[in-house]
């Protein structure tokens, strides 16, 4: 049975999208019809974004609530909002400076709050809409070499949960993402290189990956799919769950 995904009609904000997993969502939404908006740090990456799709840009910094409450009232209605937007530092726990605990936390945690704390109050009033955050693997389980990821990770599970309880009939799920070969990734290759010496990211990728049933790592449009999928009516008797998208290397 063919089943086709119609967003048609609806407007869909998608923050982190210059680039990566929140790059692919964006393209999964625009190519199902959404009016697509796309939102990062200003520069031309967002820019390219955004013209690669057709959407429209609007560059903000989530870390702000006054900017998140800023970029909803410009957008207007919104019917589905994506948060996308995160940062990784590959950092031993001992070896954790406030300062990286602060910019980790600030950007992963507090400015998915921000953001889905003021489209969340839009939603409610419109009566409905319908919220994914990428969240990842690592909240499932710890990182001795990413705590502070981590950390940020299992607060969003739970943000998800409370979220979908004060906010509905909106519905609001997330997506734990595992391996997916983007910038993100090519970064924590590069940092665990200059960290434990040559051929340690790419070793640490094969480590990893090999963990899965499935043996690989994720094509970033897979993970879209899923997204794409808890954004649409396909998905419109669930909420508050966690969906891993990794290939079996988390089972829980």
């Not at 959407?55 to 989530?62: E, G, P, Q, V």
């Amino acid at each position: 049975m063919a089943v086709t995904i119609d967003l048609a009609g609806r407007t869909a904000l998608v923050t982190g999208a210059a680039g990566g997993l929140g790059l692919a969502c964006a393209r999964a939404l625009a190519d199902a019809g959404a009016d697509l908006v796309v939102s990062d740090l200003e520069g031309p990456r967002l820019t390219e974004a955004a013209t690669a799709l057709g959407a429209r840009d609007r560059a903000a910094d989530l870390t702000d609530p006054e900017q998140a409450v800023a970029l909803a009232e410009e957008i207007g209605r919104i019917d589905i909002l994506v948060n996308c937007a995160g940062v990784m530092r590959t950092t031993p726990l001992l070896e954790v400076t406030p300062q990286e605990w602060r910019r980790i936390i600030d950007v992963n945690l507090n400015g998915s709050f921000w953001i889905t704390q003021a489209v969340g109050r839009r939603m409610v009033e419109q009566g409905g809409g319908s919220i994914v955050t990428l969240a990842s693997v690592a909240a499932r389980s710890g990182r001795p070499n990413a705590a502070h990821y981590s950390a940020t990770k299992t607060a969003l599970l739970s943000l998800t949960k409370s979220a979908a309880e004060a906010l509905a009939p909106v519905r609001v799920n997330a997506v734990c993402p595992g391996i997916f070969l983007t910038p993100m990734w090519e970064e924590i290759i590069a940092d665990r290189d200059a960290r434990f010496g040559p051929d340690a990211g790419a070793n640490y990728l094969q480590e990893v990956s090999g963990r899965s049933p499935l043996r690989r790592p994720g094509r970033a449009e897979e993970l879209a799919a899923a997204v794409l999928f808890l954004a649409s009516d396909l998905a419109s008797f669930i909420t508050g769950q966690a969906l891993n998208v990794d290939g079996g290397l988390e089972m829980n």
